[in-house]
């Protein structure tokens, strides 16, 4: 079966840092891959990571341990823009299984 | 370069009724896949096309959904007939390569309500 989660809501001030952890057990794994979902809209693609480790990409940063089954996506100097749903999604075979969603608040 | 569209973006219809929702990938994208969310629940795969044939259809629900790919384009899901624990968002996404960690790319979804 898979087991993916990650923590309901978090909320931070507008420039600030917010970590949004993602825990998984599932049957296969090619990957851990980060949306992010505006309220109505397409779920958007921000970053994949496959091996252990930190992949960079701007503001947004991804971090993955397979043993620990453990990601991790930052988001740093926050923007209004960025208040939104982060889906943690882990990919086997060519299916992604969710977690259910962050909800991010960013606050000025 | 258009990205995945669906159509229609909300539906809503009466218990037994049908209903066909339909989604065009990415121009070019050869892997198409259909997900759904219900209320409070995660995103769930339903199934996967590669071109027009049905690579895995493991997370259909039951034998009233229906998805067809004809011609290896666009992609329909008919609910035939709809109950009330249908209702949710379905989302269509396109992929360009068959590899495993090829990146999804999703539609808008279409908002289902069955009354």
């Known amino acids: 079966g898979q087991n993916i989660d990650q923590p309901t809501e978090m909320t931070a001030t507008e420039g600030a840092i917010v970590q949004i952890n993602c825990t998984y057990q599932?049957?296969?794994?090619?990957?851990l891959f980060w949306y992010q979902q505006h309220a109505g809209e397409a779920p958007t693609f921000l970053s994949y990571?496959?091996?252990?480790g930190l992949e960079e990409k701007g503001r947004f940063s991804s971090f993955l341990s397979r043993s620990k089954g453990y990601s991790y996506l930052l988001l740093k100097e926050l923007q209004m823009k960025d208040s939104a749903s982060y889906l943690c999604?882990?990919?086997?075979?060519?299916?992604?299984?969710f977690g259910a969603g962050t909800t991010v608040t960013v606050r000025a | 370069e258009a990205g995945v569209t669906q159509f229609p973006s909300h539906s809503v219809i009466e218990k037994g009724q049908t209903v066909t929702l339909r989604c065009d990938p990415i121009?070019?994208?050869?892997?198409l896949y259909w997900y759904r969310r219900v209320m409070g629940k995660e995103i769930k795969f339903l199934l996967h096309?590669?071109?027009?044939?049905?690579?895995?259809e493991s997370g259909m629900p039951n034998n009233r959904f229906l998805a067809e790919r004809t011609g290896g384009t666009y992609s329909t899901l008919k609910v035939q007939p709809a109950e009330l624990e249908d209702s949710g968002v379905y989302f269509c996404?396109?992929?360009?390569?068959?590899?495993?960690?090829?990146?999804?790319?999703f539609g808008p979804g279409t908002r289902l309500t069955v009354l």
């Open positions: 996404a396109s992929s360009q390569d068959p590899g495993y960690t090829d990146t999804q790319y």
């Open positions: 599932t049957s296969g794994f090619n990957g």
């Open positions: 990571n496959v091996l252990d």
């Open positions: 999604a882990v990919g086997n075979d060519y299916k992604l299984s």
């Open positions: 121009s070019g994208h050869d892997n």
């Open positions: 096309f590669v071109k027009e044939s049905k690579q895995d």
